[in-house]
Structures are given as structure tokens and as C-alpha cells.
């Protein structure tokens, strides 16, 4: 039987505020429990929410990136349910009239590119924490996380693979990182997914009955966990039985989803706009704040790689996904030929980065130095080889790439009479290897190469001293 | 020093040095203690920290730089949060809660140099018209121990009626200032919703709730509200305003709505008669005028004010602050003990009453509703404004009743008729004594558009010129 599977995202966006969505309280993760919660994220009796403008000019930003309809006015309204990490009763969130509606996001996984349509995105506010362990049977709260800001966006139904909703994931996490909305920090929980899931026969028109998984917070998890919860429902359904609309729980030890349980959450929310705070006008002004904080986005990015500096897709998708390492690699594709300096980026950057365990904004080769060390290998003063070298000189003592050249005598032996001569000599030192290449050992070059390169300690031109091998064996 | 002494007679007292702060807080502690037994107006009574902050009030004053409330003592109804000493919201669910910080109307008075000398008695959580729904008992009408002060801030308008001190802070939400101000035969204002911070003002309703003055003059109150007035960063539905300043009575035109005096009881519409030919005496001319929804406004309040207290109280969960049930044996149990335990059966009441008009299938029929009611209403007030400068009115529709006369919770609120609409429209509203019904003070509303409080105060203080009513005190 032949089966479509329908999934639409509801990612939870944490924004990168310095204070708390409704309180002066600071953002910050990881501090000591209950440290970073002020008498409003205590929800202390009397104290009143005060909207942070840079939460709004962010989920604006985001707005205006997906090219989305941003309305005059936006509202707040309360959501009402008790949890003990809910300090007020009730969450502030966006019901009726959120920030954002429409727009899409476009995303290519492995096929050619698609547009996901986005049903709207609203500010909410995040809950505290429940710790279940460390505490002997009871639960302890953690507030610090109260209040965090969050743009939780929703996307239409339009996914139609585990691989296309990852896909969706990994764009939406680019573009926040490319915002500055957020850190993107999928293990601090800065972006936390849920996901819908039916399925229904290919060419079916109406939807299967829904599912909801939730604690989809990795790459890795989203794609499992919804192959996962594709293949169950099939199952069920050809073993003649219904999927029936619940909250399902994803288990990365256990690779499964499973009914949630614990959480009795009331299904009616009573939402009502929320008195505290007045309706928000969004005037122009504000407007053309967030504007001006849209850089150019990364698909945008992408097709410019490729395009314009030749680039494979693949080249363009990991050198465009973290904005750091764009900018880094643009800085150096500007002075240098750019699909070297892909290259460069994606080798001897991208290990060195990873042996160091460090982040390409904190790169011990300045990018104008990577530059100039690849126009050399263009200009034919150093070899490939020589630049690896030269590299590992910038990253461990740093320096000047012309400075290291000349100190070290790394320049290329590109003078002709002086590498005949050392050819020469090479080939008159294994006269029996030679009569060999003659008798039709062809891949013996090779080894009279190599000898050339360490009589030269590498300096020769690689290319020259064949051309000239080629002619001193032919001919003695 | 006599009980009754004005604002301006204190003022010159203390700046004459005829007495001291000290002296002056110490003879109204002495009054509050021999009278509270009686009258029970006050929950708590803060003697130390009076005495300090009397004696930083004599400081000032020798230092030559007091303001116009430095040294004066004043009470604060017991919603008020003050830092260190407990806010009860005359409930039992916060019998025991001190606030860690102080109201925004509490900081302002104390910077003023007003002297605080403790917290009024109140209905719980400001849910009544009669202060019986206090956990800590009624307060007491000075004119007729055995009657009601009116509510919710009973304890406010008592020991003001009883010249305990001379001001006292209270909060409106459907008449909660005017309706004792009323019973008691003192000078009470609503101002406009947003011109005084609700911050540090355990909420109720939010879009209603609206803290004010009384007095035992209008010269009294509006020293008081000027003190208390202005924008707060921390309210976000707090105006920025300019200050309130009194304009002229003559020739303004005043209105009086038929749906508020047909049906009048007989001596009530006396006073209110006589009252009318004073302020015409006073220069106004006077007309009669239709606020045609007025009769939806007690049902519409009740759907609006219960919705929002539903949310707002559903923070009182046992796990953060205020009542506790003991040995919880679960959240559930927790959550229902601790509730069940420290609310009483109004607020319970109102609670499920909200509850079920923000339910699914009963929002639009009743929330959706009576926001519209409540727009027509307001509308009525805009109308009504274009043709006449204030509106003249009664506060009640009788005379203080008997404590436990009014069984009927749908009587009670019915007590509301003539308050609600003003707090549903979001205009100022004064009560200023006008005469007695059976030996119990009657009450004159003045009904101003937003903001212009101004007006209210013109009036009031040209009735009180040519009439005593304010003047005439309780039996001992």
C-alpha cells in the first residue's frame, strides 16, 4: 500500500534577549537555579508584565525575513492551566492576533527546492523548569527559564518526509542564527521542536488523524522520531486499526515515541486577551528597525556561492549554514580565488578548527592571511604542500604569509636552470631506475619526483620538475 | 490636633511646629488602638515603622523641605503590597504574606513623606460590597456600628469616617472606593483607569481595578491623588498624563442620567436634589440626559471582572507564597487543599463564575458579549460627553445596610448598579457626602469624561464650600 505521510513543525524559538520577555530579569542560560527570576517571573502578587521591545523588533526581523504579513496591531492574551513551573497560573502568549502570519520558508532536501508555508509566528513566554531527580521523591522548580522569550513558529502542513522536516529545522535554525534571534544552541534548548504527523493514502485529498510528538530537539531526533511515528501509524492502519489524536513523547534511548503521560493538560485553554497589556501598535518606525537588522538570508547566500563564485550546492550549503563561517569565508574568497578558498575552509580550516575545539569567529589565522597564503599558491610562489605548512605556522605562532616565505626559504624553485641542473642530478644517481623507466616503467616518475621534492625540500613546482623529469629520462 | 483636622490645618500645624510628625502619628495610633476593637477597620497597624518614618518626617520638615503630605498619616488598604509587612488581601490565602517590595502608590506616598500607619480592611481579594467577605471580619460603619461600611474598602472609608486619619489609599473596581465612600459620609475618588499604577496592587480585575483616594474633603483628596497620580513604567496600562489640576465650576453643563434616578427612593432623591440645586447654584446649568445601557452593566462587570480574576488568582497555588495545605499527598491534592483552605466563598465563587465564561461554548455567549456591552456602555459615556461637562448621579441605591442583611450574592451585586458603569467605561468617578437617609450618609457621584478629574474636583469642592456634609462626624 502506498502512503503519504503530512507533518507540519511548531518550533519554539528561544530569542536572545539580554532580559526576560515581560521582566528586567536577565536571560542568561545555565546560571544557579531560581537566581535569574525577578517578583514578575515569580508571578508575586501585584507585580505587572512590561513588554521587551527587542523581543518585538526580533519576531519583526523574523517577520520580514520570511516575507510574512505583519499586522498593524498585534495582541497578547493569556493561556490558562496549572503547572507547578508556571509561576502565574497562566502563560501570556499570542492567540488571536500574533505578530506574524504567513510567509514560508524554502528548503532543499537533496531534491530542488520547496516552499514551506508559515501559518503565523507569536511571542509567548517560556514556563520554568520541573526537576524531577536530585530531590528524594519530590520535584524542585527551577524558575530561571520563566519568562525566557520565545517566537514559536508554526508551519503549515506541508512537509511530506522525516528528511524534509529536518531539512525545515535546519533552515529555520540558519536563519535565526542569521537574524541574531537566536543562538540556535539545539542542546541548551534554544530551539525546541514539536511535531504533527498523519498519514494517508497517496492521492488522498483529506488529512489521517493527527499526532503530536513532542521533545524533538536535534537534527538527528526530528528525522527518527517522525520516520518513527510515520511507520507506526502505518502499521496500525493496515493491521485494520485507528491512530488516535494524542501527545506522543519521543524516547532517543529507546528510539520510539509513546503516549505522554504525567502532564494532565486541560484541553481548554480559556484564552482572553490579557488585561496588562494593551494591544501593541506596530508603526513604521519599528518597522524599519527590524529592516534594517535582515542581512542577506542564507539562501540568498547559497544561490550566490554557486552562482557567482562556483561553488557545488554542497560547498554552498556548509560554508552558508553558520554565519561566522560565511563571513570568515567571504573575507577570504574576496581577496583569494574562491573555490580555493572553499576548499581551504572545508580542509585544513575546518580540521584545525576541529582539533583546537575552537569556533571559526575565534580563528587564529585572520582571514586576510589565509588569503594571501592561497593567492601565493595562485601566484606559483609556494606549492599546495608548502601552504599547509606555511598554515600551520599562522595558526600556532601566527605571523605575516610573505614574512614566514622569505624567513624560511619557502619559495617555489620555479627557476628552470637551476632545477634542471638538480634533475640532473637525481636521474645520474639512480641510473638503474632510470634504464627501467626507459624499458616501459612508466610509474617510476613518481619515484624520481619524489626525489626531486626532497632534494628541493619541497620547493620545486611539482608540475615543472615532471615536465622536466620527462625530458632528462627520455633523452640522456 | 482635633480627629477632623483638614490637610491644610496639619500642614500648617506641623510647618508651625505646633506639633510634631511624631506627635501626630502617635495621637492616631492612640485613636486606632482605642477604636479598632470596635470598628475593625484596620488588619494591621504598623506602629514602628510609623514612628521611624514620623520622625524622618520631622527631619524634613525642619530641614525645611517637606512636601504637601510630609508627616501626614495615612492608611493603605490591605492590597496594597508593602515591603516587610503583611498584604492580606483580607484573604486567608495571604494572611500570612509579606511582600518583599513596595507598590508603586506605597513608594510614592513614603517618598512624599506620608506617614503610614498600617493596612485597612477590605473584601477578600476586593470581592464585595459589604466587607463581610474579609477573612479577618467586617469592618464597621462609625455611624451605625451594627451596618455596613460599604466595600470593598470598608476599613479605608471607616477609619477615615471615624478620624482615625485624616487619608487613606483604596481601590475601585466596580465602586469599591465610592460605595463606602458613600456609606461612610467621606470624600472618595476612582480617577480614571490608567492615571494611578497598579503596579504592587494584588489584581482582581486588571482592566477595572483602579487605585484612589479618600478624604474627608475634596481638598483632602485631591492633595492625595496628586501624590499618588502619574505614569509607571512598570504598569503598562498606566497614561502619561499631565498632573491633574482643577478647572473652573461656572458654566459648566451637568447631566443627569434617567436611568440612574428614576425609581430613586424617596429621601435618597432629596439629598441628590438638593445636592443638584447647590452645584446649579454654584453656577452649572443642568439637563437631563440618557446612558441607555446602564442596566447591562452589573451583569456585564460581573462576566469581565470574574473572567479576569480567574486568571489573575490562579497564581494562589500553594507551591510559591500564601496558604499551604499541610501534608499534601499530591499536586492535585496540593492544588485543591491549598485553594479550597485559604479562599473564602466569594472568591471561589467568582473564580468558577470566570472560569466558566472564558470555557469553550460559553466564551463567546458570555465574555464576547460582555466586552461588547462594555463597549456600548463606554460609548454611551463619549455620547454623553458631547453634550454635557459631568454627570451628576447616586452612588447607591440605598442607605448603609444592616451586616448581614444582604444573603443574596446576586443582591449584592446589585448594590453595583449606579459604580459599574463609570468602572466599565474607564472614567474618573467622585463620592462626595450629600446628607443623611435614617441617620446614615448619603452619597453624590460626579461622573467625569477620562482624564479630567479636574472637573470632579471643581465640583466636589464648590459643593463642599456651600454645604457641611463633609464636616459632620460620627458619634464617638
Not at chain 1, 517571573?41 to 521591545?53: I, K, S
Not at chain 2, 446576586?410 to 441617620?439: E, I
Request: a negative charge; aromatic letters at 6%; charged letters at 20%.
Amino acid at each position: 500500500m502506498d502512503w503519504e505521510s503530512v507533518i507540519g513543525l511548531e518550533v519554539h524559538i528561544q530569542l536572545a534577549t539580554r532580559s526576560k520577555i515581560f521582566s528586567g530579569a536577565g536571560a542568561a542560560f545555565g546560571a544557579e537555579p531560581n537566581t535569574q527570576a525577578c517578583g514578575v517571573d515569580l508571578g508575586l502578587p501585584g507585580t505587572l508584565p512590561v513588554l521587551n521591545r527587542e523581543a518585538l523588533r526580533m519576531a519583526l526581523t523574523f517577520g520580514l525575513a520570511i516575507e510574512a504579513e505583519i499586522a498593524s496591531e498585534c495582541r497578547f492574551d493569556r493561556k490558562n492551566y496549572f503547572y507547578p513551573d508556571l509561576p502565574k497560573g497562566y502563560q501570556i502568549s499570542q492567540f488571536e492576533a500574533p505578530v506574524v502570519k504567513g510567509g514560508a520558508i524554502v528548503i532543499s532536501a537533496g531534491e530542488a527546492e520547496q516552499r514551506i508555508g508559515i501559518t503565523r509566528a507569536h511571542l509567548e513566554e517560556d514556563a520554568g523548569k520541573s526537576l524531577h531527580e536530585d530531590y528524594a521523591g519530590m520535584t524542585g522548580i527551577d524558575l530561571n527559564r520563566a519568562g525566557t522569550p520565545l517566537l514559536e513558529v508554526v508551519s503549515e502542513p506541508e512537509l511530506r518526509s522525516a528528511a524534509q522536516a529536518a531539512a525545515f529545522f535546519r533552515e529555520l535554525r540558519a536563519l535565526a542564527r542569521y537574524l541574531r534571534i537566536s543562538d540556535g544552541n539545539l542542546n541548551e534548548g534554544s530551539m525546541r521542536c514539536d511535531a504533527n504527523v498523519s498519514v494517508r493514502r497517496r492521492g488522498a485529498t483529506a488529512l489521517g488523524e493527527r499526532t503530536e510528538v513532542k521533545n524533538l530537539n536535534s537534527f538527528r531526533f526530528i528525522e527518527r522520531a517522525i520516520r518513527h511515528e510515520i511507520a507506526r501509524q502505518i502499521d496500525v492502519l493496515e493491521g485494520g486499526g485507528e491512530v488516535s489524536r494524542e501527545t506522543r513523547l519521543y524516547d532517543a534511548e529507546r528510539d520510539e515515541t509513546r503516549p505522554m503521560r504525567g502532564k494532565e493538560l486541560s484541553d481548554d485553554y480559556r484564552y482572553f486577551p490579557d488585561p496588562d497589556l494593551l494591544p501593541v501598535r506596530i508603526t513604521e518606525a519599528l518597522l524599519a528597525e527590524a529592516r534594517a537588522q535582515v542581512p542577506e538570508l542564507p539562501r540568498a547566500k547559497r544561490r550566490r556561492y554557486q552562482e557567482t563564485l562556483g561553488l557545488s550546492a554542497a560547498e554552498a550549503w556548509q560554508l552558508a549554514e553558520e554565519p561566522s563561517m560565511a563571513a570568515y569565508f567571504e573575507a577570504v574568497a574576496g581577496a583569494a580565488p574562491p573555490r580555493r578558498a572553499a576548499h581551504w575552509m572545508m580542509d585544513q580550516v575546518a580540521a584545525a578548527l576541529n582539533r583546537s575545539g575552537l569556533d571559526i569567529a575565534v580563528c587564529p589565522v585572520p582571514a586576510a592571511q589565509l588569503a594571501q597564503l592561497l593567492q601565493r599558491i595562485e601566484d606559483g610562489v609556494v606549492s599546495g604542500k608548502i601552504a599547509a605548512t606555511i598554515f600551520e605556522v599562522l595558526w600556532n605562532e601566527g605571523g605575516d604569509v610573505d614574512a614566514i616565505i622569505a624567513e624560511r626559504g619557502l619559495r617555489q624553485l620555479s627557476d628552470a636552470d637551476a632545477l634542471t641542473g638538480i634533475v640532473a642530478q637525481v636521474v645520474a644517481a639512480h641510473p638503474g631506475q632510470a634504464q627501467q623507466f626507459r624499458d616501459g616503467k612508466a610509474k617510476l616518475l613518481g619515484f624520481f619526483v619524489g626525489q626531486v621534492m626532497q632534494a628541493t625540500a619541497g620547493k620545486a613546482d611539482p608540475k615543472q620538475a615532471n615536465a622536466l623529469l620527462l625530458k632528462a629520462l627520455q633523452d640522456p | 490636633m482635633a480627629p477632623a483636622a483638614n490637610i491644610a490645618a496639619l500642614r500648617h500645624g506641623l510647618d508651625a511646629g505646633d506639633y510634631s510628625a511624631r506627635e501626630l502619628a502617635q495621637d492616631a495610633l492612640g485613636r486606632i488602638e482605642a477604636a479598632n476593637p470596635q470598628l475593625n477597620c484596620f488588619i494591621t497597624v504598623t506602629p514602628e515603622q510609623a514612628l521611624a518614618d514620623a520622625d524622618a518626617a520631622d527631619a524634613r520638615i525642619a530641614a525645611g523641605n517637606a512636601g504637601p503630605l510630609t508627616g501626614i498619616p495615612i492608611a493603605h488598604k490591605d492590597l496594597f503590597c508593602t515591603a516587610g509587612a503583611p498584604t492580606t488581601c483580607g484573604s486567608r490565602m495571604l494572611a500570612e504574606y509579606v511582600p518583599p517590595y513596595d507598590a508603586t502608590v506605597v513608594a510614592r506616598l513614603h517618598a512624599a513623606g506620608a506617614v503610614s500607619l498600617g493596612k485597612t480592611n477590605m473584601d477578600e481579594f476586593a470581592m464585595g460590597a459589604s466587607n463581610e467577605t474579609s477573612w479577618f471580619g467586617p469592618a464597621r460603619n462609625p455611624w451605625h456600628r451594627q451596618h455596613t461600611p460599604g466595600g470593598s474598602s470598608g476599613g479605608a472609608a471607616s477609619a477615615v469616617a471615624a478620624g482615625l486619619v485624616p487619608l487613606a489609599t483604596g481601590t475601585d473596581t466596580g465602586g469599591s472606593i465610592r460605595q463606602p465612600a458613600a456609606f461612610c459620609g467621606v470624600t472618595g475618588l476612582k480617577p480614571t483607569y490608567g492615571r494611578v499604577s497598579r503596579y504592587g496592587m494584588v489584581a482582581f480585575a486588571s482592566s477595572l481595578d483602579q487605585g484612589g483616594a479618600f478624604g474627608r474633603s475634596v481638598d483632602d483628596v485631591e492633595r492625595l491623588l496628586q501624590a499618588m497620580e502619574g505614569h509607571d513604567p512598570q504598569d503598562s496600562t498606566s497614561a502619561e498624563r499631565p498632573a491633574t489640576t482643577r478647572t473652573a465650576v461656572a458654566g459648566m453643563t451637568l447631566g443627569l442620567p434617567r436611568e440612574y434616578w428614576n425609581g430613586l427612593d424617596a429621601g435618597m432623591a432629596q439629598c441628590l436634589q438638593a445636592a443638584t440645586r447647590e452645584l446649579e447654584a454654584a453656577g452649572c446649568t443642568v439637563r437631563d440626559i440618557s446612558l441607555p445601557h446602564t442596566a447591562a452593566a452589573v451583569p456585564a462587570y460581573y462576566v469581565v471582572a470574574s473572567a479576569e480574576a480567574s486568571a489573575n488568582l490562579a497564581r494562589y497555588d500553594g507551591v510559591r507564597f500564601g496558604h499551604r495545605a499541610e501534608a499534601p499527598k499530591s499536586l492535585d491534592d496540593l492544588y485543591r487543599r491549598s485553594r479550597g483552605e485559604g479562599f473564602g466563598a466569594e472568591v471561589k465563587r467568582r473564580i468558577l463564575t470566570g472560569t466558566y465564561v472564558l470555557s469553550v461554548g460559553y466564551y463567546d455567549a458570555y465574555y464576547l458579549k460582555a466586552q461588547r456591552v462594555r463597549r456600548l456602555i463606554r460609548q454611551d459615556f463619549l455620547d454623553a460627553f458631547g453634550a454635557v461637562d459631568a454627570i451628576v448621579a447616586p452612588v447607591t441605591p440605598s442607605v448603609a445596610f444592616e451586616l448581614g442583611a444582604v444573603q443574596d450574592p446576586v443582591a449584592m451585586y446589585r448594590q453595583d448598579v449606579f459604580t459599574t458603569p463609570a468602572s466599565l467605561a474607564g472614567v474618573p468617578a467622585m463620592s462626595v457626602p450629600c446628607g443623611f437617609c435614617d441617620g446614615l450618609p448619603t452619597g453624590l457621584q460626579l461622573i467625569a469624561p477620562h482624564f479630567e478629574e479636574g472637573r470632579l474636583l471643581a465640583l466636589g469642592a464648590a459643593f463642599q464650600h456651600r454645604t457641611d456634609w463633609h464636616l459632620r462626624q460620627p458619634p464617638a
